[in-house]
């Protein structure tokens, strides 16, 4: 088992067995209940490798229906874990509260009922709530003024979507949400900031076939996220060429004769490169400084070397936590804000909230976009060298 497997199970399987005893406090189970709980908690901790298991043996419907319901069930432990710490955190501060003061402040504590009544309606109604703002795509627009655009040229659209995570939740009714999202920027370049397909990406008829349809008319680009790593690289690329995107990998061309457009894989894919790594500074220094550099790259991390070598970066990954308070978790690891901001005065980075979900089909004050960059020419360009 890996470390990462091993990990998860410990934490996941630790927050089941808080909630087992949050439980069995409040209510006072006896044996059978016990072990009726005992045994639904410890399926849901292993139904994501279920799912997996079920999905390569063809079971694509049952896949489908265990991954609703255990990554529900996901989200939902989740914000009941949170709730229920923030009131144990509560509960341990009025206990020092009254040491130190030697007073009585024992009617302002929860009881255990209410201790467990309170995080289960919470995590029951955000849950729910939260599965609906995950299906609700917002569209970001940012307008950028460059002189690096042609005489030619007064304006270019550039839309972005990042993880997407197709596969067996997110499917052709989300998938055409998205479409529609960016048909109505009508867009001269597509983007993909990587995470296009989930870890599970067996038999997605049709998906492909709705982003092929999408031709904007100075390409659609694509970069490699973790995801594709998790999915299978090679069956990730295939999927994602016959979408149409061309992948850059490490590599980077001038699009249209107007826009530099970049693309390094994420670092999961390292041991999968075809060629020797080049670093990005030299990767960026090999096109014309007098044009628009667009560099996509999946998570948000700026190298400083590169920092002034392109105007752009974008990025994803991060999903600015997908479900409050996760957000304060990813923060730890990414300690950058989601959106646009200034890694110095000529490269700026946009990191996106992500299109898609992982895990768990809900948002909580983190809801999906499309980000549409519109850059708009402020003055004659630059004369190329």
């Avoid at 079971?59 to 989740?78: D, H, K, N, P, S």
């Avoid at 596969?167 to 960016?182: D, E, P, Q, S, T």
């Avoid at 979408?243 to 670092?267: C, H, K, Q, S, Y």
Wanted: aromatic share 12%; glycine share 8%.
């Amino acid at each position: 088992m890996s470390l990462f497997l091993l990990t998860f199970f410990l934490i996941y399987g630790g927050a089941h067995l808080y909630f087992f005893l949050k439980v069995k406090a409040a209510l006072s189970l006896g044996m059978p209940a016990s072990i009726c709980l005992t045994l639904f908690l410890f399926l849901m901790v292993v139904t994501p490798m279920l799912i997996r298991i079920l999905e390569n043996h063809g079971q694509e419907i049952t896949a489908r229906v265990a991954a609703y319901a255990g990554y529900l069930w996901m989200g939902f432990i989740f914000l009941f874990f949170s709730a229920s710490l923030a009131l144990d955190i509560y509960h341990g501060l009025l206990h020092a509260a009254a040491f130190i003061s030697q007073r009585d402040f024992s009617a302002f504590f929860p009881g255990k009922r209410t201790a467990l009544i309170l995080p289960l309606v919470w995590g029951i109604s955000t849950a729910l709530y939260g599965y609906f703002e995950a299906r609700n795509i917002r569209t970001e627009r940012i307008v950028i003024h460059t002189d690096k655009l042609p005489a030619t040229v007064e304006k270019l659209t550039i839309v972005q979507i990042s993880d997407v995570h197709l596969g067996l939740i997110v499917r052709h009714n989300r998938l055409k949400r998205v479409i529609a999202a960016i048909n109505n920027a009508s867009p001269d370049i597509l983007v993909s900031t990587g995470d296009l397909v989930d870890g599970q990406i067996n038999r997605m008829t049709g998906l492909a076939e709705l982003l092929q349809d999408v031709q904007p008319k100075f390409g659609k680009f694509a970069v490699i996220g973790n995801h594709e790593v998790y999915a299978g690289l090679d069956q990730a690329i295939d999927f994602t060429e016959k979408t149409g995107f061309r992948l850059l990998r490490n590599e980077g061309l001038t699009a249209g004769d107007m826009i530099n457009v970049v693309g390094v894989d994420d670092p999961a894919a390292g041991r999968f490169a075809r060629c020797n790594p080049v670093s990005e500074k030299t990767l960026l220094s090999k096109f014309p400084a007098d044009r628009f550099t667009l560099l996509l790259r999946h998570r948000p991390d700026v190298d400083p070397l590169s920092v002034g070598l392109f105007d752009l970066q974008l990025s994803g990954h991060v999903h600015q936590g997908q479900i409050f308070p996760f957000n304060l978790v990813t923060h730890l690891f990414y300690p950058m804000k989601t959106g646009f901001s200034h890694c110095s005065p000529n490269s700026a980075r946009y990191v996106s909230r992500g299109t898609g979900t992982w895990g768990p089909p809900i948002r909580f004050l983190a809801p999906p976009e499309v980000t549409v960059f519109e850059l708009v020419r402020t003055t004659a360009p630059r004369q190329k060298s």
